[in-house]
């Protein structure tokens, strides 16, 4: 019943999708996902509509999962070769942590066997089991169900690699190329981080978002009716607290993963037009900590405050 509806819906797409129709929604952008030959995902992930339109508002959505593509697209080309130097034809397993509605599981599971010419295994897990099943229902709508499985646990308490073996029936537990989260809320990214580091996982690409303890314990401090110094007008201003304090806790969490044996990068998960959450961290494992980071980090931490971020501790 599904392959036939699939059938049928991708005939639709390529009939609507003309060269024309096409260059006209791409103009001069080179895409690695488009809507004649994507459709599938796409109509998962609610971008095209039962006739294969997409209509103005579901552009900007289209647009964002072009954009995470391409910009990992140097990490996982990097990933591709460690996989294929060290277990030549073995598939890519990633780890989407905290994954919500899978926007990014899916959108993996799709691009990297298309672009890099690899097989890849993706495990999404999310605490959540109403939205688990939400996950695996548009997994199915994908055609994606024999890449993709789910899991509704708490990420502290899960077996990441038993998980794998039992997911995909495999003879023994794997090792993890890559942990993903897109948007996991507050301590939920540090969760991620510490899973990742703890897999030595090649990979990590992480997208925070309401990053709120940094924000919390700066309230404590304003409190207490400690001396005030230099950044105590930030921490007694509840708007700037919280702004700064996502910001200083992202760069906390780059100085960490740097001493945890990373390169990390702060980039543009989307362009700003789109939404104000736009920052990604993304790390390759080096095995190589940087010396430096940690004594940045205690830096950054006396000067803010004297607080940190219970990350800190969990990477000691």
């Known amino acids: 019943m599904r392959d ?3 059938e049928r819906f991708a005939e639709r797409a390529r009939e609507h999708w003309t060269p024309a129709r096409t260059a006209e929604l791409v103009r001069d952008k080179t ?6 030959e994507a459709p599938e995902l796409l109509r998962a992930l609610g971008i095209l509509h039962r006739d294969a339109s997409m209509p103005p508002a579901e552009r900007r959505k289209f647009f ?3 954009h995470m593509v391409a910009m990992l697209g140097p990490s996982l080309r990097e990933l591709v070769a460690a996989r294929e130097a060290s277990a030549p034809g073995e598939p890519l397993r990633i780890v989407d942590a905290a994954c919500g509605r899978s926007y990014l599981t899916l959108l993996l599971a799709h691009a990297i066997p298309r672009l890099h010419g690899v097989p890849v295994q993706v495990l999404g897990v999310d605490r959540n089991p109403d939205v688990i099943v939400e996950s695996e229902r548009r997994t199915r709508a994908a ?3 024999t890449v993709v499985k789910h899991d509704a646990s708490h990420l502290g308490a899960l077996d990441v690699r038993r998980a794998f073996r039992e997911a995909f029936a495999l003879a023994e537990a794997p090792s993890v190329d890559a942990v993903v989260a897109l948007h996991a809320c507050d301590t939920a990214t ?6 990742g580091v703890g897999l030595d996982a090649t990979l990590l690409a992480l997208a925070p978002c309401c990053q709120a303890e940094l924000a919390r ?12 110094d230099a950044f105590a007008p930030i921490r007694r201003t509840p708007h700037l607290r919280r702004e700064v304090a996502s910001l200083v806790t992202d760069t906390m969490r780059q100085l960490l993963i740097r001493a945890a044996g990373y390169e990390c990068w702060a980039l543009e998960l989307v362009p700003t037009e789109h939404t104000p959450k736009n920052l990604m961290l ?4 080096r095995r190589a900590p940087d010396a430096n980071a940690r004594a940045e980090y205690e830096a ?16 000691r």
């Open 4 to 6: 036939e509806w699939a």
């Open 31 to 36: 895409l690695a996902v488009l809507p004649g």
């Open 64 to 66: 964002q999962i072009n």
């Open 143 to 145: 055609g994606l169900s």
């Open 190 to 195: 540090d969760d991620a981080i510490v899973l």
């Open 217 to 228: 314990k700066w309230s404590e401090v304003a409190a207490s009716g400690a001396t005030p």
């Open 282 to 285: 993304r790390a390759m494992n």
């Open 300 to 315: 950054l931490r006396a000067a803010t405050g004297g607080v940190g971020i219970g990350l800190a501790e969990r990477l």
